[in-house]
C-alpha cells in the first residue's frame, strides 16, 4: 500500500505570496492532520480535517487555512507569505475508523517551503 | 507543552541495544505512549505504541512501567541508519493532535 504522499516536495516564494500544498493520504484513511516544523519551534500542529470538516485546530493565523476533499485528499494554505513561514511542511493520515478510537498517524516526506 | 521529558542525547554502538527513556509522570488512564523517530528533514516515522503491556513489533519494543509513569524503547540491534531523534508522545484520544517534544537524538557509530 502506498503511504502518505505530498506535493510539492520543495518550494520557493517571495514574501506576500501565497502557497498551496497537497497531500494524498493512505488508501482508505480519512484523517489528515498537518504540522509545521522549524528548528526553532520545532514541530507543531496545523490542523486536522476528518470527512471535509476541520475537526481540529492549532494556534496559528488566520493565514493557514486548509481542506478536504471528498476522497480525502488534502490541501493548506498559506497566504502572505511571511519568512517565518520557511518551515518543513508534514501531512499526516489515519483511519479515523471510529470516534474515540485511537488511530495512528502515518506522515508523509514533507514539502519544504522557502520565503524569500 | 508535550507531557513527557527525554534526555536530549544518547549514543550506541551499533550492533548493541539502544535503550531510550521517557518519562510521562502526568499521563491519563485512558492514554496511550507513542514512540516515532525522524531521520534528519524526513518525515517522523511511526514505531511502535503501548497502553500497559509491554509491546514488541518488527522494529522495537516498548516497556511501560507498571505504574505508567515511565517507559523506554529498545532497539534491540542498533544500526547506522538507526540514527535519529526519537520522540516519546503522549497520545490524548483520537481527533486531536501529537504534541511532539524536544526528543532525543540517538547516535549511531560504528
Known amino acids: 500500500k502506498a503511504g502518505v504522499t505530498q506535493t510539492p516536495r520543495y518550494l520557493i516564494k517571495t514574501r506576500g505570496q501565497q502557497v498551496t500544498l497537497s497531500c494524498s493520504p493512505i488508501s482508505g484513511h480519512r484523517s489528515v492532520s498537518w504540522y509545521q516544523q522549524t528548528p526553532g519551534q520545532g514541530l507543531q500542529f496545523l490542523f486536522e480535517?476528518?470527512?471535509?470538516?476541520?475537526?481540529n485546530k492549532g494556534n496559528f493565523p488566520g493565514r493557514f487555512s486548509g481542506r478536504q476533499f471528498s476522497n480525502s485528499r488534502s490541501e493548506m494554505n498559506v497566504s502572505t507569505l511571511e519568512l517565518g513561514d520557511s518551515a518543513l511542511y508534514l501531512c499526516?493520515?489515519?483511519?479515523?475508523?471510529?470516534?474515540?478510537?485511537?488511530?495512528?498517524?502515518?506522515f508523509g516526506p514533507g514539502t519544504r517551503l522557502t520565503v524569500l | 507543552d508535550a507531557k513527557t521529558t527525554q534526555p536530549p542525547s544518547m549514543d550506541c554502538a551499533e550492533g548493541r541495544a539502544a535503550n531510550l527513556p521517557c518519562n510521562h509522570s502526568t499521563i491519563s488512564g485512558n492514554e496511550y505512549v507513542y514512540w516515532y523517530r525522524q531521520i534528519h528533514s524526513q518525515g517522523p516515522q511511526y514505531i511502535i505504541h503501548g497502553l500497559k503491556n509491554n509491546e514488541t513489533n518488527e522494529m522495537a519494543s516498548l516497556i511501560i512501567t507498571e505504574d505508567r509513569k515511565s517507559s523506554t524503547l529498545i532497539l534491540p540491534h542498533a544500526t547506522l541508519r538507526d540514527t535519529a531523534v526519537y520522540y516519546c508522545i503522549v497520545r490524548p484520544p483520537a481527533g486531536t493532535a501529537l504534541i511532539f517534544g524536544k526528543g532525543t537524538t540517538l547516535s549511531v557509530s560504528s
Open positions: 499526516a493520515s489515519s483511519l479515523a475508523v471510529a470516534p474515540g478510537g485511537y488511530d495512528t498517524q502515518y
Open positions: 480535517y476528518f470527512s471535509e470538516t476541520q475537526r
